[in-house]
């Protein structure tokens, strides 16, 4: 982390403290984590726990790593964009300030389209690299659902295999899945998953 990145997270404004105090606890509600149980495997206080889901108190750049660690996201998740109009803070999310998730080496990046994580579903701009593949099924206590924008998708969705081409969509709840890009460009597809639980 760089010193800038650093001192970022020091110096947050009170909008962007809100924005990471929902997201925070919206993934703990997600994963089914209560206050005492979060605090204990992060090695904290209920209480402080409690502070930084309410905006009281800013985590330093280890208790947000401790933090993606213990619900599974990549820090970078914890560092918005803040926008050009405080009166768009949790309303929209400018084309240039989205937050971006994961890395080309895993063949899958994610943007965040929703202005956080404390509402009832949350909305991903997913771009698949050609040949990228999810190797083994996985399943959330989630309903999703997808547009294609561009290229070719495959998904699996409780064993039946689908391709879907740009203008397509599916919708899936409570079931095993998994995807791939067998496409020579990559694949846009636009997400949404309710809860969240990025």
Known sequence: MTAAAVHRVASRPASEVRVLASDIRALRKARGITLIDAATRLGRSVGWVSQVERGISVPAIGDLRALGDLYGVPVSLFFANEP??????????????????????????????????????????????????????????????GYVVEGTFEIEIDGIWHCLRAGDSFRFARKPFRWRNPGQVTAVVVWVISPPVY
């Open 84 to 145: 050009a109009d405080e009166r768009e803070t949790g309303v929209v999310v400018r084309a240039g300030r989205r937050r971006a998730l994961g890395s080309s080496e895993t063949g899958l990046v994610e943007e965040l389209l929703s202005p956080d994580l404390g509402g009832s579903f949350e909305m991903l701009r997913s771009e698949f690299a050609p040949g990228s593949e999810l190797p083994a099924a996985s399943e959330r206590p989630t309903e999703e659902a």
